[in-house]
């Protein structure tokens, strides 16, 4: 009976693992779908935003006086990643992805000579990459979605960015993250923030209209600035980069929160076809004990 008994306790300690598990899939669909909706309804706003500056970034390219932000520092030597991860576990691949992606680029711009820095969003990137790359960890923030994430908190995110491009810490910065497709998918994705690169449909085959302050996007549509496009982008630049932060947290929390719902999925339907086998097991075992002990009393009986 002690095989028995074993056996009711792993039966047991699987179906509260299953509550547990059931209970945290709840929780994360729950939260999944305000989550969507706020990252779905962030990327035209960022998206329009990014291209208005590309715009402005490309009717000013070769002028002096243009914000460092657009123009870097001239140098490509030393670069900050900044991995967008959880603060928490239990969400399947979610971490590793942006962890061995934030991997791979150290690999790769160490092998180039450059120099690389980290500024860690979520626990989970800091206590993964300080193991290996403790000393190029400058700065981590965690729990910006406790209680709740807003663009306050990507802000003070975007303002610490630019204080340590002011001390001259870096020469490019580029953030990578998980882009929110589906519960069951998200695409890793990085994105330079300094200095700023105009997306590609707008980046190319922009022209002057011949008149000061005028300026022509791939759309065809004419422009003219007041004030001059180098003050329209010094406002506008650090505003772009605080928003497109927001626009990578608020992809990260709609990913986390599919990714777990779909771990937890799997690990509760997991936990029942455990408990399944170990229920087969049991009233094998216990079967098996029962007719062992029908056979020695049939045994004894006929002995006497």
Do not use: W
Request: glycine share 6%.
């Amino acid at each position: 009976m002690a095989n028995l008994k074993i056996l009711r306790r792993r039966i047991q300690s699987v179906r509260s693992t299953q509550k547990i598990t059931s209970a945290m899939k709840m929780v994360a669909a729950s939260k999944l779908r305000r989550a969507q909706e706020q990252a779905e309804a962030a990327r035209p706003y960022a998206e329009r935003m990014e291209r208005m500056v590309g715009a402005l970034a490309a009717s000013t390219r070769g002028r002096e006086g243009v914000s460092p932000l657009l123009s870097g520092t001239g140098r490509d030597q030393v670069h900050l990643l900044i991995p967008i991860t959880a603060d928490r576990g239990l969400c399947g691949s979610f971490n590793s992805a942006i962890i061995r992606a934030t991997q791979r680029d150290i690999r790769r711009l160490e092998a180039e000579g450059k120099t690389v820095k980290l500024l860690c969003v979520g626990r989970k990137a800091r206590d993964a990459l300080r193991r290996d790359h403790g000393d190029k960890i400058v700065e981590t923030f965690q729990d910006l979605q406790r209680p709740a994430l807003d663009f306050a908190k990507a802000d003070g995110v975007a303002q610490r960015i630019m204080e340590l491009f002011e001390e001259g810490a870096f020469d490019v910065a580029s953030v990578v993250y998980n882009r929110f497709r589906s519960a069951i998918s998200q695409i890793v994705t990085h994105q330079q923030l300094i200095p700023f690169t105009p997306p590609e449909a707008e980046e190319s085959d922009d022209t002057a209209d011949g008149s000061e302050g005028g300026a022509q996007t791939a759309s065809g549509a004419v422009y003219e600035f007041e004030p001059a496009e180098e003050d329209i982008l010094a406002a506008l630049l650090p505003d772009n980069m605080a928003v497109q932060v927001y626009r990578g947290l608020l992809e990260s929390a709609a990913s986390e929160h599919g990714a777990r719902m779909t771990a937890m999925d799997n690990a509760t339907r997991n936990a029942g076809e455990m408990i399944d086998r170990l229920a087969l097991v049991y009233n094998r075992t216990r079967q098996a004990a029962i007719t062992t002990e029908l056979i020695e009393i049939i045994s004894g009986a006929e002995a006497i």
